[in-house]
């Protein structure tokens, strides 16, 4: 089953990634298909990649090896219930959904099932996501493959070996590209601010953002102080930049935002 037929239920922002990321790098597009009710979406999957679109996630589950359970947390319990009565017994379930333990599916489905939990990233999108993915004991290491080779399409994956871990990988890769977004869009709303036109500005950030990244990237023997440090002059522009934001505490915040993420998480495994 190296090349399973999959289904996403559920065609939103993160499925669409998975989709771009999975078809962009050959995988058929006949064997992916992804339900909706609404129709924009599934028009707009089906123009750009040419996959399968359709509104009934029983008949869509009912085809698939695998099913890629991509519903926002709060549907998820209704989604699982209306897929309950098929057969499940040969299908690897896949969540991509933040904060549900895998326990509450078994719940669900009233069955038993081969679930495993994922939480991606949206730049999956285009090759360069980071996946967590974690499976219990009672996953085969066939099924493990198939799941890890669907989601390394987009990019890297690290399986997690406890499943609060995955807490950890929301706060450090799920949610984090936002907190990047946010940094970027604070740096442009800067630049416009004092006189440059959006495009220029947006050009600037973006491109040592990426830069940065990259340097982070292709300098694994060096600490991200060096790398800091190695752009501060002593007296210079950067250092007094970086003395405003250590004094404005963004290691305290960023250390804050990622303990609220994870609360949140620990909080909807509770909720839903
Ligand atoms: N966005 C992200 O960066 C990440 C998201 N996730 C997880 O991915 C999941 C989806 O998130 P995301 O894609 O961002 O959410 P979106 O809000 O973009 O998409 C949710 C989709 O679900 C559809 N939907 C609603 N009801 C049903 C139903 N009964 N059957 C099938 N589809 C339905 C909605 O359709 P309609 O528009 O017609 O209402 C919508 O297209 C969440 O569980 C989230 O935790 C995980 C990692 C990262
Ligand atoms: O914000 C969320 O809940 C989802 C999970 C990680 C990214 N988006």
């Known amino acids: 089953m190296t090349q399973a037929k999959v289904c996403f239920i559920g065609a939103g922002n993160m499925p669409r990634a998975i989709i771009s990321g999975l078809v962009t790098n050959g995988y058929p597009a006949d064997k992916v298909h992804a339900t909706n009710p609404s129709v924009g979406k599934l028009d707009a999957l089906k123009a750009d990649f040419g996959i ?13 090896d695998v099913i890629v359970l991509s519903v926002k947390p709060q549907l998820m319990q209704m989604v699982c219930e209306q897929l309950s009565h098929l057969d499940l017994s040969n299908k690897l379930l896949v969540t991509i959904a933040a904060g549900i333990p ?6 669900y489905f009233k069955q038993p099932i081969k679930l495993i939990r994922t939480m991606p990233n949206t730049p999956t999108q285009i090759g360069v996501g980071m996946t967590g993915l974690f499976a219990d004991n009672s996953i085969s290491a066939e099924h493990k493959q198939i799941c890890e080779t669907l989601m390394k399409t987009g990019g890297e994956v690290v399986w997690v070996k406890t499943e609060d871990e995955l807490n950890q990988v929301i706060a450090l890769a799920g949610s984090s590209p936002a907190y990047f977004f946010l940094f970027i869009e604070s740096m442009i709303q800067h630049g416009i601010k ?5 495009q220029t500005a947006r050009a600037l950030a973006q491109q040592a953002a990426l830069g940065a990244a990259q340097m982070v990237v292709q300098n694994p023997q060096l600490s991200l102080e060096k790398l800091r440090t190695n752009v501060m ?7 007094r930049a970086v003395e ?23 909080e909807m495994a509770k909720t839903f």
């Open 194 to 198: 004092t006189g440059l036109d959006e």
């Open 244 to 266: 405003t934001l250590e004094e404005g505490d963004l290691r305290g915040l960023v250390d804050q935002a990622m303990t609220n993420c994870i609360k949140r998480a620990e």
């Open 52 to 64: 399968q679109v359709s509104h009934d996630n029983v008949a869509a589950a009912d085809d698939a």
């Open 102 to 107: 895998a326990a509450r599916y078994q719940d």
């Open 233 to 239: 002059s002593k007296g210079g522009t950067t250092a």
